[in-house]
């Protein structure tokens, strides 16, 4: 039998909760680690649609990459909906656990998985952490030359990025080296040009973010929301290869919380 901590351990193996950033708040926020798990919704956000889907498919173990609470609640009244998930998840015995920036910064995490759909070679942590060399947050890697343009509407098509935007006063140049950080991943900039990278890829870039490093390297905001979507199918892998026998599911009501008019 399943339970959650079995969940919860495979994930923890995979990404040590000793790897995510002080500000965090990985691991199970709901439920008791001793209850038997029947399936597994996998989700980047918990959400009050995340968690009528895992009623709806009977699942009673919501994993995501967010954390539901990165700080402590004062009250369960209602009046948000981060207490009406707290609530209602406990009356139903639905666990929450997440997988934060410990995810982030793990041995084919992320940023390695984004590198992995985008065909880079020689991948390793942009900025490591550890004596590993394979840990840390970000990465970078190698592909074949590529014109700048040609590069990012490869990033847009393989990603599914809607709108995708980029330092227009960096130089034409040819791509060879990328980074990448999944997320926010605008502290890394300084590393991405101190590892020779031609381009930095992440999400949650500012306007000054680009005024003032553009002009040395080409930067591109591919969305918090497109660059971390992959994600459950870290999950899924992860349960997969230590629980083969837990049913998994990913959510299908799942949504970017920011929209464009076009």
């Known amino acids: 039998m399943i339970k959650v901590k079995d969940i919860a351990k495979a994930i923890e193996d995979f990404a040590p909760t ?8 990985t691991g199970l926020q709901v439920g008791d680690p001793e209850m038997p798990v029947s399936a597994v919704l996998l989700c980047l956000d918990i959400t009050e649609e995340i968690l009528n889907e895992a009623r709806r498919r009977q699942c009673n173990m919501i994993v ?3 954390p539901l609470l990165f700080s402590g609640l004062r009250q369960i009244t209602g009046a948000t909906p981060t207490q ?10 639905i666990a929450i656990y997440a997988s934060h ?4 910064s793990a041995f084919e995490g992320v940023s390695y998985e984004l590198a992995h759909i985008l065909g880079l070679k020689n991948v390793r942590p942009l900025q490591p952490v550890g004596d590993d060399g ?10 074949l030359p590529a014109p700048k343009l040609e590069f990012l509407r490869r990033v847009k098509e393989s990603l599914n990025v809607a709108h995708l935007k980029y330092s227009a006063q960096s130089p034409q140049i040819v791509v060879r080296r990328v980074a990448i950080c999944g997320g926010s991943g605008a502290s890394l900039i300084k590393a991405a040009r101190e590892a020779g990278a031609d381009i930095l890829l992440t999400g949650d870039l500012k306007y000054h973010d680009f005024t003032s490093h553009g002009y040395a390297m080409l930067l591109a905001d591919i969305g918090h929301y497109e660059s971390e979507l992959c994600t459950k199918r870290i999950f899924s892998r992860i349960i997969r290869q230590a629980l083969p026998d837990c049913v998994t599911y990913f959510a299908e009501s799942e949504s970017n919380p920011i929209a464009y008019i076009d």
């Open 101 to 104: 920036t410990n995810l982030d």
């Open 18 to 25: 000793a790897l995510q950033e002080s500000y965090d708040n």
């Open 134 to 143: 394979h840990t840390g947050l970000g990465v970078v890697g190698d592909i």
């Open 64 to 66: 995501s990459h967010h």
């Open 84 to 93: 009406r998930i707290v609530a209602e998840a406990i009356r139903d015995n």
